[in-house]
Structure formats: structure tokens, C-alpha cells
């Protein structure tokens, strides 16, 4: 009898068997393996001298490093009490300083700092590089802390218990090894953990599957099961998200965008009623807080994708309760962000991109109290920290050509006191910013900014810079940094004062419209993404703004795909192209590291089906030998153990082994973001800029 569930899996191991057969580059996948690295050594070595030997290199990363190591640049502030504390690198400290001091001593030109952890002191002793990749402390007291330390930039991290107020190590705390370990407090004398115990302990994307409670004093081989998921799942985590209320949240991640919700009470594990895409923003007034990412029908109410909810714990469990709508977005508008404080929600809302603040607070009577707090139009801002106990918060404000500002507001009055501002990186009065919109082949109207001198001639010769992201509901909104990185406006004194226009493609796959907007370019309409960004390009043509031989463009990560299938599509629309820490390799993406947890973004290229899709964009698998693609910057790390680096070798091999111009960069650390040092970016910085510079005047 025929088996068509049968025939069609056979077909597509058959399928996946031929191809792979056919990658004369696999070899490259073995992250550490002797041939794999000469090979990256090799390259380094060739880029090197290609375009490190460049005066302007010298004079660009010159121009970086002073740019990144600027003393006036605001550091990003965690609260704990009424200390303030903060991750500081510089030329002194190049893997950094954690440090503290009172927000009196903040609100002085020259603050005084108290030295935490000293992260080059510690890798000194260790004999290894560690990054500081945070901490977590136990409320309502801050002192008992969990300290992440990550050997090289890796997502694994090692966990060591850490005493705040004497500033040392518990020798026999709550310490993990290194693995992606998942650690919450649930008081001073027990955790939730998921991490590294053996065989079946892990998900197929490599992140816990179980979720276990360890008692202090107890070996972590002791800790105890409490919730197991599938091994296809993404990954489980508990944590406590409500101290008083003593909330205690269990999600087990069915994939990226989904997730099965439960409270954990007296022992037993009780699914809460939440739709898998909602997310939980905190608790206020003993309530959820939901943020929804599809219609829900619930209680005998109707709500919208992308509205803001207030629910009773007790509805959720199927008890009695009440739930009530906060705010709904609307064609332009939408909640970028909710911040749960105790004197109310800051939310973010986008109108168009460009970012406002309000503050909801719940009355007496039950109505809402809505205040905006001003700042600056046509900008982005964050919500920095929260003081837990006043309600006061730090918000942070920039735009393209305005550096980043740091404002204290006071919860009483909403009064936002200017703090810190970093000095100028380069001239932001000479060039001016416009937003404008384009159509892309669906009919899809796709909103870009372009930053250009205030004197440009539009000839269509300006060297001009477009990145973009179009993924996993990232959202690009104006930054001072360009991109999404926090690169303290290099990219004005890199490119703008040099001639250059900037451009920042809102495309769908994004957030920048909300959930709706993301979902538009999900799995078998990915491509909608990539149509996106090409209907950009050809807008900044029509404008005469550029042209293809003067048009650079970058993407990182999921940006890296959407830089190099748009190559491999359009490669006469470009003069040249950087490409970092990316996927390329669409149909082995779910093989590599933490990939399979992507599929709920990509799809599922084992799957006959899907491939058959996927295979139309994947840049690797559409490389055409006859054709001479534009020339082209791969960076990515040998400790990047998220998106893994056999997908920038393996295309650099084959485009160099097909006659392309190509340039190589791998730093043998820094994780997905590529560095671990100051000095470790803007060599980086420089080498893209060297390439676009040499290629699109």
C-alpha cells in the first residue's frame, strides 16, 4: 500500500542527502579542526594585508577606536537600591570594569566609581578571556548575587555566586559550569535551574530541556525535576517574576515565537490560559500584563493583535477574575514597549518609527490616568532602569545626528531632568534626516530614513550605506550609532563627514509596525523581506540619490541573510557588500549550533516542502558560477556559538573559488557580536569601512 507520509520523508532525506553530498565545503564546519582554521588564518592573513596595509584603514580605525573609547559616552545603567551600576571599557580597561556609585554622585561632570569586578583582573587570574555578560541578585535586598561570565563572548556561560556588599566569590555558592544555563532566584536558599546534566538534558536547538529546583548546600546533580520538556522544543526556564506575590513563571518554548505558560504553585504546575505568541510584561496591581501577538478571543471579549492587556491571575487559571484592555494600536501606531513600574506602564509607542513615552496609571475609580512625558520628536528612546521602589526611572534619547542623552525622571512630577550627554562624535549640523516611503511589489508601502549632507547634490553618485535587519520583530528605529549596535556614532565620522549618505531600511520581518508586520515576512514569505529592501534600492535610484556602483549595503546576522540573498538576487544593484556573523546556509541552518530554535522563523528545510521554498533564496545553494557578484566583507567569530561560523566560511570559499572578490575577517572571539574589546571593534569598523569606501566612490 502506498505511503505518501513515508515517500515524501524518503524524499527529502534523499534530497538533503544529494545536495549536502554536493558541498565541497563542509569541511569548514568543524569550528576548531586544524584545516578549518589554517584556513581562517590563511584569509585573516590575506585581509590583513589587503586592506589593514590601507592608509585609510590606519586613519579609520584611528578615527573608531578615539570614537568608542570616548570618555563622554553614556554608560548603560541597571539599578539595585540606591546604587547605580554599570559595565565601563576603555583603553585602561579593555574587557571592562563593573562599577558602582549613587545617583548624587551620577548626576556630577565627574562621578565617583567603586570598583565591583574588575573583568581584566579576573581573566588575567583565570589565564583565560572572560566577558561579563551581567547579573542577577535577589530581591528585595540586592546583596546575593548570580554573576555571568563567558569565556571568549560565547552564549555559554559559566555562573558564580557573588556577595554585592563584600564584593567577593561564594566558594561553595550556587557556581555552574559552562554550558546555556538558565538561572533564576527563587530565595536565598533555592534556584530554578536549567543547564548542562548529561544525555537528553538539552533541547535540539542547545538550550535546557528540564527545569529543576537546587537547594543550597546540595550537590547541582541533586537539583530536582520539575518539568521536562520535549526535546524538539526550544528551551524551558522557571523564575520567579513577582516577589511579593510570590509568582513563580514557567514557559516551555515550543519554538521561537511560541510558548506554553504555567504557574508553579504549592508544588503543582498549572497551565495559564495566555494565547503561546503573548508575552508577559510584569505584574501590576497583582495582574498580568500581556502584550498579545495575535487576536484573542477570551471571557467573552474580543481582543486585537498587538493590544496591551490587564488580567487576573485566577482567570487564567480558569478561576474567576477580570481582564480589561490597556491600549490598542491603530494603522500607524503602535506599543513598541511596556515597562511595568509600581507607579505605572511606561509604554513606548512608535508612530511611523519616530518614538513617544506615556505613562498609564491605574485610578481609584478604575479609569486609566494617560500622561506623555516629552522629549525630542523624531528620535528613539529606552527605558534605561527603574528605581523598584519610587517609580523613578532613567530614560535614554538619540537620534541620528543627536548624541545620546540620558534623562532622570522623577515618577512624582514626570519632569525628565537632563543628566549626562554625550559630546558630539562628529558634526551632527551639517546633514539633515528624512523619512521616506516606497512601495514594494506586493503594494506594501515600506518606510526609510536617509541621512545625507544638508548640501547634497543629487546626482545619483553619492556613496551611500544602507543596513537593515527585517527579522525576529527587531525593531531599527533613529540612532546615533547607526544600526542597532551601540557604536557611539562612528558611523558619522566613519562615513557621513567623508561623503557618505546613511540609509535605515524599516523592511517587514521587523517590528517597526508591530506583530503584523513581522509575521508579513515569516517562513514562505520571507522573500517579502527581501523584496522590501530591493524596493529601497531602487528608490534611492528613482530619488538619483545614488547608484548601483556607488550603493554599499550590511546586514548582520539575520541581516547577513537578508544582505546576501538580495546579492544573490540583485547583484547588479550593488557596489558592494558587508556581511556579519550570518546565516547563508539555509538548508543545514537547523544542523549548526542554536538554528533548529529558527524554524519558527524560517521553517523547517528537512521538511520537502518547506525546502522546496527555502531553496529559492538560500543564499549558499544560489551562488550562480557565471555570474560576478559585487564585492564583498564577511566578519564573524570563531567563538560565536549561536549562529555558527561554517556559514560565512563555507560562501567566502566558494565565491572566492568561483573568481569573486572577496574579503575575510574571523576574530577567534567575541561571540555572535563579534568582539570582546573596544580595540576588537573598530578594527573591525575599519575593515568594513575600508571595503565600502574602496569600492563605491
Known amino acids: 500500500m502506498f505511503n505518501k507520509k513515508i515517500f515524501l520523508l524518503s524524499l527529502t532525506l534523499l534530497l538533503s542527502q544529494t545536495l549536502t553530498a554536493k558541498d565541497n565545503y563542509l569541511w569548514l564546519e568543524n569550528i576548531d579542526g586544524k584545516e578549518s582554521m589554517n584556513w581562517v588564518t590563511l584569509h585573516n592573513k590575506i585581509t590583513d594585508d589587503k586592506l589593514r596595509g590601507n592608509k585609510l584603514y590606519k586613519e579609520l580605525y584611528t578615527q573608531a577606536l578615539s570614537v568608542l573609547n570616548n570618555k563622554s559616552r553614556l554608560p548603560a545603567i541597571t539599578q539595585n537600591g540606591k546604587w547605580l551600576y554599570n559595565l565601563w571599557q576603555d583603553e585602561l580597561h ?39 555578560h551581567g547579573m542577577r541578585c535577589l530581591p528585595p535586598k540586592g546583596v546575593d548575587c548570580l554573576v555571568f561570565l563567558s569565556p571568549g563572548g560565547s552564549d555559554a556561560i559559566e555562573v558564580r555566586e557573588f556577595d554585592l556588599k563584600k564584593k567577593k566569590f561564594i566558594k561553595d555558592g550556587f557556581n555552574v559550569p559552562l554550558a546555556k544555563t538558565q538561572i533564576s532566584w527563587i530565595d536565598k536558599n533555592s534556584v530554578f535551574i536549567g543547564t548542562e546534566f548529561g544525555k537528553d538534558s538539552m533541547t535540539d536547538s542547545g538550550y535546557p530541556r528540564t527545569v529543576r529546583i537546587w537547594k543550597r548546600n546540595s550537590p547541582l546533580s541533586a537539583a530536582k525535576i ?3 520538556a520535549d526535546k524538539t522544543a526550544m528551551s524551558t526556564r522557571a523564575q520567579r517574576i513577582d516577589n511579593d506575590l510570590q509568582f513563580d513563571l514557567l514557559t516551555d518554548n515550543t519554538s521561537f515565537w511560541l ?14 490560559a495566555i494565547p503561546k505568541s503573548a508575552t508577559i510584561s510584569g505584574i501590576y496591581h497583582n495582574k498580568l500584563v500581556l502584550s498579545l501577538k495575535q487576536d484573542w478571543q477570551f471571557n467573552q471579549q474580543n481582543f486585537i493583535q498587538g493590544e496591551i492587556v490587564l488580567v487576573d491571575i485566577s482567570l487564567l487559571r ?24 509600581s507607579q505605572g506602564l511606561l509604554i513606548t509607542i512608535l508612530e511611523d518609527v519616530k518614538a513617544k513615552l506615556c505613562r498609564y496609571q491605574k485610578q481609584d475609580d478604575g479609569q486609566w490616568l494617560i500622561q506623555t512625558i516629552a522629549f525630542p520628536d523624531n528620535g528613539a528612546i529606552s527605558i534605561s532602569s527603574v528605581d523598584d521602589e519610587t517609580g523613578d526611572f532613567f530614560v535614554q534619547y538619540e537620534s541620528f545626528i543627536t548624541p545620546p542623552s540620558l534623562y532622570y525622571v522623577n515618577s512624582k512630577n514626570l519632569e525628565a531632568e537632563l543628566i549626562k550627554q554625550q559630546a558630539e562624535s562628529f558634526d551632527g549640523s551639517q546633514f539633515k534626516v528624512q523619512q521616506f516611503f516606497t512601495q514594494s511589489v506586493d503594494g506594501t508601502k515600506v518606510p526609510y530614513f536617509v541621512v545625507m549632507h544638508k548640501n547634497i547634490k543629487f546626482d545619483g553618485k553619492n556613496p551611500t550605506h544602507i ?12 540612532s546615533y550609532s547607526g544600526s542597532y549596535e551601540a557604536l557611539s556614532g562612528a558611523y558619522g565620522k566613519l ?16 517590528g517597526e509596525y508591530g506583530p503584523a508586520w513581522h509575521q508579513a515576512a515569516l517562513l514562505k514569505n520571507r522573500h517579502k523581506a527581501f523584496e522590501d529592501f530591493e524596493a529601497v534600492a531602487r528608490d534611492l535610484f528613482k530619488r538619483n540619490i545614488t547608484s548601483a556602483e556607488h550603493l554599499g549595503i550590511e546586514g548582520r546576522s539575520n541581516g547577513g541573510l537578508l544582505v546576501t540573498a538580495t546579492m544573490t538576487r540583485h547583484p547588479e544593484y550593488y557596489g558592494a557588500v558587508v556581511c556579519g556573523a550570518p546565516l547563508i546556509d539555509m ?10 530554535s529558527w524554524m519558527g522563523e524560517y521553517g523547517n528545510p528537512d521538511e520537502a516542502e518547506m525546502w522546496e521554498y527555502i531553496k529559492t533564496y538560500s543564499p549558499y545553494q544560489n551562488v550562480d558560477p557565471s555570474v560576478k557578484y559585487p564585492p564583498i566583507f564577511f566578519y564573524t567569530s570563531t567563538r560565536d556559538d549561536r549562529v555558527h561560523p561554517g556559514h560565512a566560511r563555507k560562501m567566502a570559499a566558494k565565491m572566492l573559488d568561483l573568481g569573486n572578490s572577496v574579503d575575510y575577517f574571523e576574530n577567534i572571539e567575541g561571540g555572535h557580536h563579534g568582539f570582546s574589546t573596544n580595540e576588537q571593534l573598530a578594527h573591525r569598523l575599519a575593515l568594513s569601512y575600508t571595503h565600502l569606501w574602496s569600492h563605491l566612490k
Open 94 to 132: 579593555p574587557r571592562g570594569v563593573y562599577r558602582k556609585t549613587t545617583l548624587k554622585q551620577f548626576k556630577k561632570d565627574k562621578p565617583r566609581w567603586q570598583t565591583v569586578l574588575d573583568m581584566d583582573k579576573y581573566s588575567e587570574k583565570h589565564g583565560q578571556n572572560y566577558d561579563f
Open 226 to 228: 520539575i518539568y521536562t
Open 259 to 272: 510558548n506554553n505558560k504555567y504557574q508553579i504553585r504549592d508544588g503543582e504546575i498549572i497551565a495559564l
Open 318 to 341: 480558569g478561576e474567576p477574575g477580570t481582564i480589561e484592555s490597556i491600549i490598542k494600536p491603530d494603522g500607524s501606531t503602535v506599543i513598541d514597549g511596556v515597562n511595568v513600574t
Open 467 to 478: 543596513f537593515s535587519y527585517g527579522g525576529f520583530r527587531n525593531t531599527l528605529t533613529p
Open 495 to 510: 562615513w557621513l563627514e567623508r561623503g557618505g549618505v546613511f540609509v535605515l531600511a524599516n523592511i517587514r520581518g521587523g
Open 587 to 596: 538548508q543545514r541552518y537547523n544542523k549548526l549550533l542554536a538554528g533548529a
